[in-house]
Every structure is written in C-alpha cells, then in structure tokens.
C-alpha cells in the first residue's frame, strides 16, 4: 500500500494540483485547471478530475498553499474592515471601512493609562452592525497588558456576527501601527483564507479524501486549518514558498534562485 501527498496551489489564475509518493518524493500526477472566483471549488475540482481515483484512498495528507492573500494585498482587495484603536490614533496608512479611536491603553509597566471606553465602542459596533465583514482591535501597549483588547473583543462577539482580530494575539511588537497594520491585513484576510479552506474540504469530502489538511505558511512551513482561519496573514507568500520547497526537493539543488510567475503577481525567491 502506498502513502501519498496530494498538494493544492490556488492562484489568481489557475489551481494547480500533485500528487507525490510520500516514499521518494515522486511526482506521481499534476494537472491544471483555471481558478474560478465565484465559486473556488469548482476550479479546485477540475484540477484533481482527471486522476486516478484509486489513489485517493492512499492518500495520507493535503497541502494547500495559495497566492490568494498576497494577490488580495497587492490588487488593494478584500473584505470590509472596522478598526477600533484604543489610546492612541492610527496613522491610517492602509485604508479601512469604518475607524474610531477611543479612550484606554496601558503604559509600558502594563498599568491602565486611562479607563476604556466602553460606552463608545458599543456605540461604534451597533452603528456598524452588517456594514464590515470583519473587526480589528489594537489598543496602546496591549503587548504589555492586553486586558482593554480582550475586553472589546468579548463586546464585538456580543454585538457582531463576524472575525474579530486582537493585535496581541498576532505580534509582541511594541510598535503600535506596525501591530496595528498588521491587524487590518488579518481581519481582511479572514473571509478570503476561510472560503479557500471550505472549498477544499468540500472537494476533499466528494472525492472521499480523508486526509489532514496542512497550509503552507509564508516561510515554506505548514500549520493546521484552524490556525490558518485565525492567522491568515501567516498564508501571505505560502504560494511563492512553496514553490522554493518545491524546486529545491525536486533538484537537490541547495542554492539557487526561484522565479514564480503567477498571473497576477511574479515573486523571485532565493
């Protein structure tokens, strides 16, 4: 009985798929088949159709990496984003839908500067209720003392049906807009990573694949599903890196440059 990978790579343009023998890292299929927006599964579909389905029942892991996030980044695309800034304002150097900066934050001792406004914030969250598609929060040193994050979070779950992003869960950086940035990108990201994830397992499910599914982290690394619906951030440039994985197992080769050339973007990697 073989042991066999299959691996997914959802584009902007096409939705390649392989299946590899685990043993010696084979290619034992590939195929191809056009990325389709509106309904993800369908591409995902077409790409493993013409394989032989025996070897489905062999196969022991999924992978899936995908240029999706980074395509939504670079083409300025993606959900509708709220963000509540606590303590200090955010020098809005990337767009989002709806903003507020309200009282709290803490100071480096990890002591309250001020008390968090609570009143404003629900105020906020009700006047915003069906208008974004996901919320980010970063509150002032919350690094040091994440108490007013966690705190908006349990309001924003009480108020709103969507994906809530806290700073703290995704850098201990103590640069509030880098941070702050960095929670945006990931809120925008939820539903498009989410969506990706549903139409493979859906694919999976009616092709009778019962593998774990593994995403391709940016560095050429893998992590679980469920991180991958919380960090979608962590999924930018998975594509470009496995690709680097790739042409380095199939080669041997240890040093060398990696050229991806995608239809929305081309990455370069060494």
Do not use: W
């Amino acid at each position: 009985m073989a042991d066999y990978g299959l691996g997914f790579d959802t584009g902007g343009t096409y939705t390649d798929a392989v299946i590899l023998d685990i043993s010696d890292g084979s290619v034992v299929c590939c195929s191809k088949s056009l990325t389709t927006r509106n309904d993800l599964s369908i591409g995902i579909a077409g790409s493993i159709e013409g394989f032989d389905k025996e070897l489905f029942k062999d196969i022991r892991m999924v992978s899936l990496s995908s240029t999706l996030a980074t395509n939504s980044i670079v083409e300025g695309k993606g959900c509708r984003v709220a963000l509540i800034a606590v303590g200090r304002e955010f020098d809005r150097s990337i767009p989002v839908d709806e903003y507020i900066c309200i009282k709290g934050g803490h100071t480096l001792a990890g002591k309250e500067k001020e008390p968090l406004d609570e009143e404003a914030a629900v105020s906020f969250l009700q006047s915003i209720n069906g208008k974004v598609d996901g919320v980010a929060i970063t509150s002032y040193l919350s690094v040091r003392n994440p108490e007013h994050e966690n705190r908006l979070f349990e309001l924003t779950q009480s108020i709103l049906d969507v994906p809530v992003v806290c700073g703290h869960q995704l850098s201990s950086s103590l640069g509030f807009n880098e941070r702050t940035v960095t929670s945006v990108m990931n809120a925008r990201l939820i539903p498009i990573i989410k969506e990706l994830i549903v139409s493979v397992k859906n694919v999976m499910a009616k092709n009778g694949i019962s593998a774990p599914l593994m995403i391709v982290k940016g560095d050429g690394s893998i992590m679980g599903e469920s991180i991958a619906l919380m960090r979608p951030i962590e999924t930018l440039l998975s594509g470009p890196a496995a690709s680097l994985i790739g042409a380095m197992t199939l080669t041997g080769v240890q040093d060398a440059i990696v050229m991806d050339m995608g239809g929305t973007t081309t990455d370069i990697g060494i």
